[in-house]
């Protein structure tokens, strides 16, 4: 993931807390850096395990609490990929991509891709029905050109 949009994702949880008056825990920053140091879609079991290789350890319920401010800030989106679990993915700086999720048992693998078209698709959408987009997923279901 790019520095900027990591940095961008960091100012927006920064502004939050000062104009809330809210604190921002150096958890909680080092916990959105993580987060928004891959490019692909996670989980929250994965977050920990990367926040544990890294030798930061907090707590699932700090874990928990924080996705759930972030995802409050519209810095991710919940995805739910259809195996019972649930999925992330950061907004800032993606707001072309296409999720690919293969739907056979034995791959199951979701990849992420850059698509300037959907641009095109957001501004006709809005023009047509008159919405505002704040955020969006593009999620396609299917098999992979491994199957």
Not at 20 to 44: G, H, M, V, W
Not at 54 to 72: G, I, P, Q, W
Not at 78 to 89: F, I, K, M, V
Not at 96 to 115: I, Q
Request: with cysteine.
């Amino acid at each position: 993931m790019k520095k900027q949009y990591k940095d961008k994702a960091v100012k927006i949880l920064e502004e939050y807390g000062s104009r809330e008056k809210k604190r921002n825990t150096p958890e909680r920053r080092i916990i959105l850096k993580t987060a928004y140091s891959t490019d692909e879609c996670f989980s929250l079991q994965w977050l920990e395990e990367k926040l544990k290789k890294d030798n930061y350890t907090v707590s699932k319920a700090t874990l928990y609490n924080a996705m759930e401010k972030f995802m409050l800030l519209k810095l991710f989106v919940e995805l739910s990929l259809g195996d019972n679990r649930l999925t992330y993915s950061h907004t800032i700086g993606a707001e072309n991509r296409v999720t690919l999720k293969c739907t056979e048992p034995k791959c199951n693998s979701v990849t992420n891709h850059e698509m300037p078209e959907l641009d095109d698709l957001r501004k006709l959408v809005e023009k047509r029905y008159g919405f505002t987009t704040r955020s969006h997923s593009f999620v396609m279901h299917g098999t992979c050109k491994k199957h």
